[in-house]
């Protein structure tokens, strides 16, 4: 199982930047993708997460700070699940990672689930003033 981020980028305030998690290793069905992200001094916290059922998405949940700005999505043709920033600032900056859980269902699909147990090698967003 390999999860693999895209390289993030440096962008403005009120930017938007895609990231893109490469998923291989494994059949990408009922499977749990979250996001994370890890602030300088912070704790890492999830923002999102999305149960892809036969490689569409089914369901997500969003963390309240990223609702209505970001948007997580799955590619059946590259195989690679996406996290789409919008209306970005520069709290959003931090190493962001994707990772993925192949146990469980939707109920169990959460970015505030710690079974996740496959990790991408994470990706920096700067976003400036």
């Known amino acids: 199982v390999q999860l693999a981020e895209s390289v993030g980028g440096s962008v403005q305030a009120g930017g938007s930047l895609t990231l893109s998690c490469s998923l291989s290793?494994?059949?990408?069905?009922?499977?749990?993708i979250g996001w994370f992200l890890h602030g300088s001094g912070k704790q890492r916290e999830g923002v999102a997460s999305t149960f892809i059922v036969s490689l569409s998405v089914y369901s997500s949940i969003y963390f309240h700070s990223v609702k209505g700005r970001f948007t997580v999505s799955h590619n059946k043709y590259t195989n690679a699940a996406n996290l789409q920033m919008r209306s970005l600032q520069p709290e959003d900056t931090a190493e962001y990672s994707c990772?993925?859980?192949?146990?469980?269902?939707?109920?169990?699909?959460?970015?505030?689930?710690?079974?996740?147990?496959?990790w991408g090698q994470g990706t920096q967003v700067t976003v400036s003033s």
């Open positions: 990772a993925a859980m192949l146990k469980g269902g939707m109920a169990t699909c959460t970015y505030l689930s710690r079974d996740f147990a496959y």
């Open positions: 290793g494994f059949t990408v069905d009922r499977t749990c």
